[in-house]
């Protein structure tokens, strides 16, 4: 009978739970979280963060074989013409052909290089933004489950501009190494550097010998490493970057507030 | 003479090496089953495709319509499997299917390899276990040829936006209006079924097109029969028989039409917009009957169509305009838009039920209105003007900040936020329609009527969080998902939605 008087109890709480208007949410804290490198988390299409071979490879040939590749060669060989660099090659179609030809050469020196020691290494370059981070978000949840009594690390999430701008360097010169959970071990990123100084010294039967020495192969690696942590930035700071492009093309819009209901 | 043939023939030969062929991907296995997540393992587990689905017994089951360059279907055999599919589901004893059906975007088709068909599987899967698997979810994907370069051209793909936009307005004709009407109308054979229609990008451009007459038509239709069905003695034979003409015309429309970064100009909203201003419309599907406001029901008005989109989505916050900004000329040029003042007579009428005098009008730039031509320039859900709600994100104890605009409020209640208790939000007269967790930071969220709003009819406009859909195309994921349960598939107080009483008032 005591067993049945609970059962009855506990059906009375929970239909009383249930009819009871808009009740708290509660809060259901999990010890794992799974968030793929370059992927958004809870997306239900990665399963397995593996940065498999075949991702490799085609990765790989967009840099090499597709019209982004040639497009790449074109876009910054027009701009070493228009500053004429080098200076020996003259800003003819020529030259312009040169340093479309000696950029391309430098991407597929970079991707092979990359291609290469990432599969050896077996690592993971692609990148995450920091609030999308498994750590940071366990830190969240923490912060949120304390609530209201630790209301101070919610609040100090909200100010951690520097962790990003540094989270967003570590990311380009660490990487992970690949596994099916996402969370393999950061190492440095040697596939990357190796990428950018074949990429540089790629283009060595191309330059005038002047451009061959360490020094200048060196400055053009720092260059392509440049694309590295813009890519890296962008994962970071797209929103931003959204909402500054945004808000040009939607200037000189008035909210309706100023012409609310009279 | 022969030489500039030669030329041109390996030209040829890469276009057509470039080039997605038009095809059918689906025409054997027009509707296959969705394996149920694993309860046991991770929440979700590779999906099993390939088995038809046939067996009546089968929960989650997902449907093939295939439509070509030019509006026609490939075969009628698709539309009649995913019909037997919705009527299979209702005859199960106790079972009240959702069905669920989603038009892709650019750069994807039908094909068994493409990503959003592989979203929508998942997706299937997670609406499934959220429902607790009791209701069947059927899902029926709308392919088109959105992609028309090969991914290994991403460059050129880019040049086809639009070639792809002319044909996601070309689409839309009778045969896919009708196979949504059809499809709506199947679904509610079970009055507590429900079906949702989804668009994405230019799927959205193309959903709203295919159902904006439409709807619009059955809405004036059931209005029209149930003003008629008052007018006569009640209880009468001609009374009854125009209630059944109401019904039949709510029936064949969707329950709640979602679209989700839209890629297609405002433009295509305005006129829905427009009549639902203008025939002040609300919709209260919670509420038994239409005198059952008194006696407590629920009352809240709910949306129709909903329009979201993020505000780290590039493609459609940039990418729109600057692709709309050449036919603009053309359009200017031509004199074809409306400008505000007497000359253009530009005006926008709002309505908004829950304020004392519910019609006004924007007349000028200063209360607020725009040109026609920014309605061009831009997607719905990213015009302050036309927003009926606002998405507001806990960033601390006591201050939430607003999606859209950046801008922080303070709660002084700390409960509010730690709780995420919609009603404690309201006591601070914040007119909050309801609240959510996300499923992994379990921040809180809330959804807030917009203050000052010109738009308040059930097509519900709005701007979300980069936390809950980070860009254009990332969607399928666990904290949108749980948004849109939470926000638009559960009553104000809480409890699974029904469908009670599906008409406008």
Known sequence: MRVLRRLVLLALLGAAAACAPAQAIPISISETVLVCPGAFPTDLTQTDCRYTPRQRTLDFLTGFVTDQAGLGAVVYGLGAQIIQSPPEWKRTWYGYGQRVGVRYTQAVGKGTAQYISGFLLNDDPRFLAYRDDPGVILRRQQAVKDLPAGSRALDQMTHDGWRRFGHAWFDVVTVRRSTGSGDGRRIPAISRFAGEFAGAYAGYPWYPARENSFANAGQRAAGAFGTAVLSSFWTEYHVEVTNILGALFHRNQATPAAGANP | MKAPWLLFAPV?????????????????????????????????????????????????????????????????????????????????????????????????????????VAGFQVALQDIYARLQGKRPVIGIYIGWRGNLIRPTWPVAQQFSYYNREAAATRIPGASLSSALTQIAARTHENPRALAIFIGHSFGGLLLERAISEATASEIAQATVYRQQAAALPAGSPEAAEKLILAKAASDARADLVIFINPAGAATEAKPMFDFLVNNSYRYQPYRADASATESGAITADRPLIVSLTSTGDLATKVAVPIGHALPLLGFKAAGSFRDLGPSGHYELSCFDPHEPHPHWDLKTKKDGAVPQSSFYMNTAPHMQVLQSHLMLKAVGATRMQVASTGETITIHNPQAIAQCNRDLFNAENLNIVSTFRLADTQACFAIQERPHRCNGTPYWMMEIDPDVVPDHSTIFTQRFIQFLMDTFFTTPEGTPMQRINPHLF
């Open chain 2, 12 to 116: 040829w030969l890469l276009l057509q090496g470039c080039q997605v062929p038009l095809q059918p991907y689906r025409l054997q296995h027009p509707a296959i089953a969705i394996a149920p997540s694993s309860q046991n393992g991770p929440s979700i587990v590779p999906v099993k495709t390939g088995q038809d689905c046939v067996a009546a017994a089968t929960p989650i089951c997902l449907a093939f319509l295939e439509i070509d360059d030019m509006g026609e279907f490939w075969g009628k055999g698709e539309l009649d499997t995913a019909l037997s599919v919705i009527r299979r589901a209702n005859r199960d004893p106790g079972a009240d299917p959702v069905v669920l059906t989603f038009v892709h975007g650019w750069k994807n088709n039908a094909a068994p390899d493409n990503s959003n």
